[in-house]
Structure formats: structure tokens, C-alpha cells
């Protein structure tokens, strides 16, 4: 099959084309040729092939419309105005001719008379989408009269960040660019090399390449003197301080260079007047759709694609682990999703010796050096118990007051250094309100959970998949885990009870409900014990459904409460009979008379048995069964109570 590859040309124009071309066929495979393009465009075959292999550059702006909306169609993607292709048209014609090597740059330094690119630029995915945030990073990095000449791209761990500055990379080295230089950032002396060896490429008089710094400084002078265009990409910026006194010249530049940053971080330190921030989040819906139908091909019906991408939070990362480990396996998408939800995440895709090209870590582990680095940040030793608390409450929105609650910090005092005394003997150091939200700022900078003051009772967010990796990792520490998960789910669950409001006014009982429920499914067993029975909070939080005029939910949350304390605990345990007394309570509340009648005479009767005619209620618990007479009496009959 033709393809569309312009080889040696500079044209922005066929760049596009060729970008186009390349996601139609990801998006509509076996119906995307030269011929079939012409066909559709209604433009000449001739005219399409020259486009093609670089022969010629569009000149007709009505053909490179009609040529542009087809593939676009194809692509699954808008279609690009004739304003926009007239101004790519425009770029192209103003672009200057080609250099010859007695040419000088501005600086007056001898001119780069070939390309060069330093640094390897990663492999596109299989299967990569052309994604709607990558057009945010166009237009911001493009012309206009507003543009931005550094970009810096953040976002936490596996949403593909690397992959979007790649492919912009790519894309701009097809369009011309004079220099390339793609520098792994994660450390200074990365940054000091990859500077150090461009300016070796260049020539640059002054570089010495035994002495690095020298070198580095040498390549920031020609970045701002040169009149060629270039590109710096800094990929995987983990300390801003690194880049102290390395920042390439963008703003500054006699050529418009260009820099594009890849970052976990949002620190105030890497924004700034001449720096435009980028959030890069999961995919969309139908970006994972269309990537796991073209990994996974187009048998797997739509519900199962959608509901892979759903359990997986459409995280790009993950999808990708997910599909690699289905094709490993032979099984279906839906064996699959059976899998994951009866098994450790890390048990769900492949291997470390089996993931796809370009992975690193598997995806349960893949934030674990972020945790690392905001455990180091003041408050020091923090970061991971907060995250462990968030990781057992509600990931689509925790109330700040239950981390600022006694219990939580109290729980999170004991993760401080040993405590030093001050001149009364007391300890000069206690976790308080202010800390907790210190350490919830240094999770949000490192993109572990967004943190909004401004979101009333829902001011910490985290996605599912960290949420589930920090508890799964939690849990399997040798030895110690399930002790420190069973303390953590005790203590997220005091936390709750301890902040529930006696009357409900607002919506932070329904928040309260909702981290309830999360806690009790993400805990298993952990609220449950045989000598202290369930979790207070439990018992709280199923009431208060009938409490808020939600009688019949009330009913269903109560019977499944019951059910779990029988499993447990079996028939005659106080907390199982508890339990029926509250579903009795609220069936009559609902006009059951007559059922709830019956359910409190047999509940009587078992009570009497295993707690004996004389025990009295239990605080917690209320064991009065009021059965009054009469009309309005809600259940009628004989006035009892244990």
C-alpha cells in the first residue's frame, strides 16, 4: 500500500498531512490509500502522490482543504478551517531557503549547516492517539501573536505525557527544525550532558567537553544568539532546582526557539510570565475506545471497551498493560475485567520482563518514586500515611476535615520522626490542622490527589488507580501489611464517626455516606472483628440514610449489614442481632406494620436467649424494640423493650 511519507521535506503542511494520514489508518485500517484518498477528496491521484513523497507542496488551498477533511474524517477527529491550512501554507512560503556552510548566524559563530538532533527521541506507541490535549500543545507552541515559547506538560504518572511531547517532537523536526535536542531531566547532570553534547555537535568553539558546565553554558548562548530555529525538550522534570540557571532561552530568543517540559510537578517554580502550563490528564472516553479497539481489534463489542476503560480510569499507561496482558493471555476483554476485579492490580498485567516497548514499571508501582520524592518534602515522613488514609475513603471526593480529625491526626503523629522535647518537656512537634494541609499541597504538586479548597466537603480527589495501588502496596509489605491496613481502615472509619454531623443540614452527611461506603468495600474484613464486632461507623452511617427521609435505602443498607455481620460473626453475636433490630426499625418506619411487628417478637425472643432478660442495651447499639399500642404507634400491639 502507498504511503504518505514527504521524506527530506520541511513543509509543515505535509507534516500535517502526514499526521493525518498516520491516524486514519489507526482509526479506519484497510480503507486509508492514496487512491481511495483521491477518490473521496475528488483531487487528482497525481496531486495526492506528489504530496505523498515530497515531490510537490499544495499551492491550491481548496484541494488541501478537500484532501484535509477526508483524512480528518477518517482520523476520527474536526477537520482543520481553511484559515488554518492558509496559515501552515503561509509558514511554509515564508520559511527561509537552506543553509550552505558559509553561511553565519547572528551570534557570528559559524552556522549549523546540517540538522542536529542529540538525545533519543522515545518510540510512538503501538497504536497512538492522536489525543485533543496534543492540539492545546500545538496551538500554544504554534504562530500567533499570543504565543507561548515554553510549554511544560503536567500531569501524575502513566497519562502519556512523554509520549504527546515525543510526538510533538517529531512533528516539529518533520517541519524543519534546525536543532533537536531531547534531554532526559530527571537529574541535573542529565541536563548538564545532553546541553554539554549539543554543544559539541554544534561546534561551538568554547565547548570543552572536560568540563560539562562550560560546555552547557556554551549551548545556552548559542540557543540565544542563533538565528536557526530549535527545539529543547525536558523530559521528566522531578526538581525544579535542577533546571536552576539551565532553563534554554526561549522567551529570549533571536530564532523563536522553542522548549516543551514533561513534569509530575505543579510547582509555582516551572510556571511563569513566559511559561504556559499544560494539564495532561487520562484520556477521553472515546480516545480509550478507539485505542483499545485498534489494540484489541474491532470483534470486542463497544460495552466491554467502555467498561475496560472505566475500571481502569482511562489511564493510557494502564490500558496499554491491560491490552498487552489480554493478548499475552488469549482471553476475552470480559475474562479480563473478571480478573481484575477478583485480583491484585499487580496480578493483572504482564510481567516486568513482559511489558510493551517503552515501559518501565509495571503500573502499580509506577508512582511509587513520586511518593518517594513528596515523603521528602517538608512536612518530611508525611505523605505516604496521608495517602494511605486517602487511599481506603471515597476517590471522587474526601472531606479535609477527615484528615483533620483527632483520630487521623493522631494516627498520622505517629509517622513523625522521633518526637524531640521542648524546654517545658513537651513535644515540639504534633501533626495539627496546618500540617495536614501542608502534606495535602505536597501530594497535589506531585499530582498524587488534587487538592481544591474551594470544593466544600470535597476538597481531596484522587484517581482510582492510585487509590488502588497505595492500598494493594499497603497491604502486601511483608509482615507488617495487614496489621498497618486493618490500622488505617480503624482509623479513616473514627475519623468519619467522628466528624458526622447529629443533624444533617448540608450535604456533607451524604459525603460522609459516600466515604463510608468506600471505606467498607475497600476494607474487606479489616472493620469487622470478633472480639469488637463492626466498625461503630457502619452502624452510623446505614441509620442515617432513614434519618434523611431515605427510608427504603435505609432498608437495603441495613439488610446488607446484617447479612455481612452474620457472615462474620454468625446469628447469636450482638452486632448480627443489632443489626436486625435496625432493619426491623426501618421496615416499620415505611408502613410495614405488621412485617416489622413479626421481625421485633422474633428478634425478642433471640435477644432474651443469648443476652439474657436483664441485659441491658448496649450504648452503641440501641436494643429497644418499642412495640406501642394504639393507633399512630407505628408497629401496635404490646409495649415491649429489652
Same mark, same amino acid.
Not at 490542622?433 to 505536597?442: F, G, I, N, S, Y
Given at each position: 500500500m502507498?504511503?504518505?511519507?514527504p521524506?527530506?521535506?520541511?513543509?509543515?503542511?505535509?507534516?500535517?498531512?502526514?499526521r493525518?494520514w498516520?491516524?486514519?489508518?489507526?482509526?479506519?485500517?484497510?480503507?486509508?490509500?492514496?487512491?481511495?484518498?483521491?477518490?473521496?477528496?475528488?483531487?487528482p491521484?497525481?496531486?495526492?502522490?506528489?504530496?505523498?513523497?515530497?515531490?510537490?507542496?499544495?499551492?491550491?488551498?481548496?484541494?488541501?482543504?478537500?484532501?484535509?477533511a477526508?483524512?480528518?474524517?477518517w482520523?476520527?477527529?474536526p477537520?482543520?478551517?481553511?484559515?488554518e491550512?492558509?496559515?501552515?501554507?503561509?509558514?511554509?512560503q515564508?520559511?527561509?531557503?537552506?543553509?550552505?556552510?558559509?553561511?553565519a548566524d547572528?551570534?557570528?559563530?559559524t552556522?549549523v549547516?546540517?540538522?542536529v538532533?542529540?538525545?533519543? !527521541? +522515545?518510540? @510512538?506507541?503501538?497504536?497512538?492517539?492522536?489525543?485533543?490535549?496534543a492540539?492545546?500543545?500545538?496551538v500554544?507552541a504554534?504562530?500567533?501573536?499570543?504565543?507561548?515559547?515554553?510549554?511544560?506538560?503536567?500531569?501524575?504518572?502513566?497519562?502519556?505525557?512523554t509520549?504527546?511531547?515525543a510526538?510533538?517532537?517529531?512533528?516539529?523536526?518533520?517541519?524543519?527544525?534546525?536543532?533537536?535536542?531531547? /534531554?532526559?531531566?530527571?537529574?541535573?547532570?542529565?541536563?548538564?550532558?545532553a546541553y554539554?553534547?549539543t554543544?559539541?555537535?554544534?561546534g561551538?568553539?568554547?565547548?570543552?567537553?572536560d568540563? @560539562?558546565?562550560?560546555?552547557?553554558?556554551?549551548?545556552?548562548?548559542?540557543?540565544?544568539?542563533?538565528g536557526?530555529p530549535?527545539?529543547?525538550?525536558?523530559d521528566?522534570?522531578?526538581?525544579?532546582?535542577?533546571?536552576?540557571?539551565?532553563? +534554554?532561552?526561549?522567551?529570549?530568543s533571536?530564532?523563536?526557539?522553542?522548549?516543551?517540559?514533561t513534569?509530575?510537578?505543579?510547582?509555582?517554580?516551572?510556571a511563569?510570565?513566559?511559561?504556559?502550563?499544560?494539564?495532561?490528564?487520562?484520556f477521553?472516553?472515546?480516545?480509550?475506545?478507539?485505542?483499545?479497539?485498534?489494540?484489541?481489534?474491532?470483534?470486542v463489542?463497544?460495552?466491554?471497551?467502555?467498561?475496560?476503560a472505566?475500571?481502569?480510569?482511562?489511564?493510557?499507561?494502564?490500558?496499554?498493560?491491560a491490552?498487552a496482558? !489480554?493478548?499475552?493471555?488469549?482471553?476475552?476483554?470480559?475474562?479480563y475485567?473478571?480478573?481484575?476485579?477478583?485480583?491484585?492490580?499487580?496480578?493483572?498485567?504482564?510481567?516486568?520482563?513482559?511489558?510493551?516497548?517503552?515501559h518501565?514499571?509495571?503500573?502499580?508501582?509506577?508512582?511509587?518514586?513520586?511518593?518517594?520524592?513528596?515523603?521528602r518534602?517538608?512536612?518530611?515522613?508525611?505523605?505516604?500515611?496521608?495517602? *494511605?488514609?486517602?487511599?481506603?475513603?471515597? @476517590?471522587a471526593?474526601?472531606?479535609?476535615?477527615?484528615?483533620?480529625?483527632p483520630?487521623?491526626l493522631?494516627?498520622?503523629?505517629?509517622y513523625?520522626?522521633?518526637?524531640a522535647?521542648?524546654?517545658?518537656?513537651?513535644?515540639?512537634?504534633?501533626?495539627?490542622?496546618?500540617? /495536614?494541609?501542608?502534606?495535602?499541597?505536597?501530594?497535589?504538586?506531585?499530582?498524587?490527589i488534587?487538592?481544591?479548597?474551594?470544593?466544600?466537603?470535597?476538597?481531596?480527589?484522587?484517581?482510582?488507580?492510585?487509590?488502588?495501588?497505595?492500598?494493594?502496596?499497603?497491604?502486601a509489605?511483608p509482615?507488617?501489611?495487614?496489621?498497618?491496613?486493618?490500622? /488505617?481502615?480503624?482509623?479513616?472509619?473514627?475519623?468519619?464517626?467522628?466528624?458526622?454531623?447529629?443533624?444533617?443540614?448540608?450535604?456533607?452527611?451524604?459525603?460522609?455516606?459516600?466515604?463510608?461506603?468506600?471505606?467498607?468495600?475497600?476494607?474487606g474484613?479489616?472493620l469487622?472483628?470478633?472480639?469488637?464486632?463492626?466498625?461503630r461507623?457502619?452502624?452510623?452511617?446505614?441509620p442515617?440514610?432513614?434519618?434523611?427521609?431515605q427510608?427504603?435505602?435505609?432498608?437495603?443498607? *441495613?439488610?446488607?449489614?446484617?447479612?455481612?455481620c452474620?457472615?462474620?460473626?454468625?446469628?447469636?453475636?450482638?452486632?448480627?442481632?443489632?443489626?436486625?433490630?435496625?432493619?426491623?426499625?426501618?421496615?416499620?418506619?415505611?408502613?410495614?406494620?405488621?412485617?416489622?411487628?413479626?421481625?421485633?417478637?422474633e428478634?425478642?425472643?433471640?435477644?432474651e436467649?443469648v443476652?439474657?432478660?436483664?441485659?441491658?442495651?448496649?450504648?452503641?447499639h +440501641?436494643?429497644?424494640?418499642?412495640?406501642?399500642?394504639?393507633?399512630?404507634?407505628?408497629?401496635?400491639?404490646?409495649?415491649?423493650? !429489652?
Amino acid at each position: 500500500m502507498a504511503q504518505f511519507r514527504p521524506e527530506g521535506s520541511t513543509s509543515q503542511v505535509l507534516a500535517e498531512l502526514a499526521r493525518l494520514w498516520d491516524q486514519a489508518r489507526v482509526h479506519s485500517p484497510g480503507r486509508v490509500t492514496q487512491k481511495e484518498l483521491a477518490k473521496v477528496s475528488r483531487v487528482p491521484h497525481s496531486t495526492v502522490n506528489g504530496w505523498a513523497t515530497g515531490a510537490a507542496a499544495p499551492r491550491d488551498l481548496d484541494q488541501l482543504v478537500q484532501v484535509g477533511a477526508a483524512l480528518a474524517t477518517w482520523a476520527n477527529e474536526p477537520a482543520l478551517s481553511a484559515r488554518e491550512w492558509g496559515r501552515l501554507m503561509a509558514a511554509d512560503q515564508a520559511r527561509p531557503a537552506p543553509a550552505t556552510p558559509a553561511d553565519a548566524d547572528r551570534s557570528g559563530q559559524t552556522a549549523v549547516a546540517e540538522r542536529v538532533r542529540v538525545g533519543a !527521541i +522515545p518510540q @510512538p506507541a503501538d497504536c497512538f492517539q492522536d489525543r485533543q490535549v496534543a492540539e492545546r500543545v500545538r496551538v500554544a507552541a504554534g504562530a500567533g501573536e499570543t504565543v507561548v515559547l515554553t510549554q511544560v506538560l503536567a500531569g501524575m504518572g502513566g497519562v502519556g505525557k512523554t509520549q504527546l511531547a515525543a510526538a510533538y517532537a517529531r512533528r516539529v523536526w518533520q517541519q524543519g527544525v534546525q536543532v533537536l535536542v531531547w /534531554v532526559n531531566a530527571a537529574t541535573r547532570d542529565g541536563i548538564v550532558s545532553a546541553y554539554a553534547d549539543t554543544a559539541a555537535r554544534l561546534g561551538l568553539p568554547l565547548a570543552d567537553r572536560d568540563d @560539562p558546565e562550560q560546555a552547557a553554558r556554551e549551548f545556552l548562548v548559542w540557543a540565544e544568539t542563533t538565528g536557526w530555529p530549535w527545539l529543547v525538550v525536558l523530559d521528566d522534570v522531578q526538581r525544579p532546582k535542577d533546571l536552576s540557571g539551565l532553563w +534554554p532561552p526561549a522567551a529570549v530568543s533571536a530564532a523563536g526557539g522553542r522548549v516543551l517540559v514533561t513534569t509530575r510537578l505543579r510547582e509555582a517554580a516551572l510556571a511563569g510570565a513566559d511559561r504556559a502550563t499544560v494539564g495532561i490528564g487520562a484520556f477521553t472516553e472515546a480516545e480509550a475506545r478507539s485505542y483499545l479497539a485498534a489494540k484489541l481489534g474491532g470483534q470486542v463489542p463497544v460495552a466491554e471497551l467502555d467498561g475496560l476503560a472505566a475500571d481502569l480510569g482511562l489511564l493510557p499507561l494502564a490500558l496499554a498493560q491491560a491490552a498487552a496482558y !489480554i493478548s499475552n493471555a488469549a482471553i476475552s476483554c470480559a475474562a479480563y475485567r473478571q480478573r481484575l476485579a477478583t485480583r491484585l492490580l499487580a496480578h493483572s498485567v504482564p510481567g516486568e520482563d513482559y511489558l510493551p516497548d517503552g515501559h518501565r514499571r509495571i503500573v502499580t508501582v509506577a508512582w511509587e518514586l513520586s511518593i518517594d520524592h513528596a515523603g521528602r518534602v517538608a512536612p518530611a515522613g508525611l505523605a505516604r500515611a496521608v495517602l *494511605c488514609l486517602v487511599s481506603v475513603l471515597d @476517590p471522587a471526593g474526601i472531606p479535609q476535615s477527615v484528615l483533620t480529625s483527632p483520630p487521623a491526626l493522631e494516627y498520622l503523629t505517629s509517622y513523625l520522626p522521633e518526637p524531640a522535647a521542648d524546654a517545658s518537656g513537651e513535644d515540639a512537634r504534633v501533626v495539627d490542622e496546618a500540617v /495536614v494541609d501542608e502534606v495535602l499541597r505536597v501530594l497535589h504538586r506531585h499530582s498524587l490527589i488534587d487538592h481544591d479548597r474551594t470544593a466544600t466537603h470535597r476538597e481531596i480527589r484522587v484517581h482510582q488507580l492510585i487509590h488502588r495501588a497505595t492500598r494493594e502496596n499497603l497491604i502486601a509489605l511483608p509482615e507488617l501489611g495487614p496489621h498497618l491496613f486493618t490500622e /488505617v481502615a480503624h482509623t479513616a472509619a473514627d475519623a468519619l464517626l467522628r466528624i458526622w454531623p447529629p443533624v444533617e443540614r448540608d450535604q456533607l452527611g451524604q459525603v460522609l455516606r459516600a466515604n463510608t461506603s468506600a471505606l467498607h468495600k475497600a476494607s474487606g474484613t479489616a472493620l469487622y472483628s470478633p472480639d469488637t464486632g463492626a466498625h461503630r461507623a457502619l452502624f452510623h452511617a446505614a441509620p442515617s440514610l432513614g434519618d434523611t427521609g431515605q427510608v427504603t435505602a435505609a432498608i437495603t443498607a *441495613c439488610t446488607d449489614l446484617h447479612a455481612t455481620c452474620l457472615q462474620h460473626f454468625g446469628s447469636d453475636h450482638p452486632d448480627t442481632l443489632a443489626s436486625r433490630h435496625n432493619v426491623a426499625r426501618w421496615r416499620g418506619r415505611a408502613g410495614d406494620v405488621a412485617g416489622a411487628a413479626a421481625a421485633f417478637e422474633e428478634l425478642l425472643a433471640d435477644c432474651e436467649r443469648v443476652l439474657g432478660p436483664d441485659h441491658p442495651p448496649h450504648p452503641d447499639h +440501641p436494643r429497644q424494640l418499642g412495640v406501642r399500642a394504639g393507633p399512630g404507634g407505628g408497629c401496635g400491639g404490646r409495649g415491649r423493650r !429489652i
